[in-house]
């Protein structure tokens, strides 16, 4: 099993829709996660920080189930500037700061 | 404003060079990182280094070295590269505690 799990898609979704992405890990003593963002062609992003309380920017709310070992993006208000492909992170305690990637879910928002 | 720059974007070598792939922070970070990002397989960690002349060894670090002299450059070499290298290089910076990676704008390599 990957330690970091995202469904690829894509995610096609009409501009103002709402849209949800989960992201499931392996290793129980993860200690942070992260949400990045990677447009086309270009390097990844931070997005946000995901919090066990949750936790919201703007349009994005990030959630963290430990019991069942998932985190969750919400995009709320899709714009098209929002297609992307977005990256769930982990960090393991005492890592060195150091992250595993998931392969990244691709959404595409549309007129 | 945060920057971490990579030598080339675009590179093209032939099988059996040796290739150094350059990266630079200027933001004092005492982490550096490289990854190799493939499609399907997302970002994978080949090195990284928590301080000078310290590194460390990632999730796949077979046919690469890495070298770090000074604080902010942070260098990736294929000793003998091979077509299975091909593949996007992204250099990444942070700081010391858990805290948020910055990353270059990536090198594609291409290896004939």
């Known amino acids: 099993r990957k330690e970091v799990e995202q469904d690829p898609g894509p995610f096609n979704v009409p501009e103002g829709a709402t849209v949800a992405f989960n992201c499931t890990y392996s290793n129980s003593a993860s200690q942070s996660f992260f949400w990045y963002r990677q447009d086309c062609r270009k390097e990844p992003k931070l997005l946000m920080s995901?919090?066990?309380s949750g936790n919201e920017d703007g349009r994005f709310t990030a959630q963290l189930n430990r019991a069942s070992q998932y985190i969750s993006l919400l995009i709320r208000d899709s714009k098209l500037s929002d297609s992307a492909t977005y990256l769930c992170?982990?960090?393991?305690?005492?890592?060195?700061?150091?992250?595993?990637f998931g392969t990244g879910t691709q959404l595409k928002v549309e007129l | 404003d945060v920057k971490v720059t990579q030598s080339s974007r675009y590179l093209v070598k032939r099988t059996g060079e040796k290739v150094f792939l350059e990266c630079v922070q200027d933001m004092d970070h005492e982490n550096m990182f490289w990854y190799r990002q493939d499609p399907g397989l997302g970002l994978r960690l080949i090195y990284f280094?928590?301080?000078?002349?310290?590194?460390e060894k990632g999730d796949i670090p077979e046919g690469y070295s890495v070298s770090r002299e000074k604080k902010e450059r942070f260098s990736l070499i294929l000793e003998s590269a091979s077509t299975n290298q091909t593949s996007m290089y992204l250099c990444?910076?942070?700081?010391?505690?858990?805290?948020?990676?910055?990353f270059g704008p990536g090198t594609r390599l291409t290896v004939l």
């Open positions: 995901v919090y066990s």
């Open positions: 280094s928590y301080d000078v002349k310290m590194k």
């Open positions: 990444a910076s942070s700081r010391a505690s858990p805290d948020t990676q910055y």
């Open positions: 992170v982990r960090g393991l305690t005492g890592g060195g700061n150091k992250l595993t």
